[in-house]
């Protein structure tokens, strides 16, 4: 199965980075690369795809 590339968009800095969306895990925080800070998914969330991705994650659609 191809892995699936999504843009998470930061919430405090608004910077875009491209991740690889796991196929069997869920990632519950991301560090930004612009500002630095660990993002983490929100509440009822089950990741940062799903909070803050232009893609949901896997599990969750
Ligand atoms: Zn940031």
Redesign the pocket.
Do not use: H
């Given at each position: 199965m191809p892995n699936v590339q999504a843009t998470l968009t930061?919430p405090?800095?608004?910077?875009k980075q491209t991740a690889e969306i796991p196929s069997d895990a869920c990632v519950p925080f991301y560090k930004?690369d612009?500002?630095?800070?660990v993002?983490k998914a929100k509440d009822g969330d089950c990741c940062v795809f799903c909070s803050y991705g232009s893609e949901k994650c896997p599990l969750n659609s």
């Open positions: 930061c405090l800095c608004n910077a930004c612009k500002c630095g800070k993002i």
